[in-house]
């Protein structure tokens, strides 16, 4: 079986995390990696929209400047704030929870 680049990322993940990919075998149910506190889903893709990469780098700009972790959260109108998305660097996300 080839050992294609997807593979590769969430064994790299899992290892940088403290957890272990979960392989393809039809009961995974979303979790690419098991942990015993996150269910973590890896996706990699060719791009990812440019809006996103310039409002997380204002931000972790910005946090940086003043010592601190940037986060930037998206919400869409309508939506419950407590369903917003929180995306951190995977940098500072290692930084924070010690890994």
Do not use: N
Not at 26 to 47: L, N
């Amino acid at each position: 079986m080839s050992d294609r680049r997807w593979k590769r990322l969430e064994r790299e993940v899992a290892a940088k995390v403290g957890g272990q990919r979960v392989p393809v075998t039809g009961e995974r149910d979303g979790a690419d990696i098991t942990h015993p506190v996150f269910a973590y889903q890896v996706k990699s893709r060719r791009a990812l929209p440019a809006w996103l990469w310039t409002w997380l780098a204002g931000i972790t700009g910005t946090a940086t400047r003043q010592g601190k972790t940037g986060v930037l959260v998206l919400h869409q109108p309508g939506q419950e704030l407590d369903d917003a998305v929180v995306c951190v660097r995977f940098r500072d996300w290692q930084d924070l929870h010690g890994v």
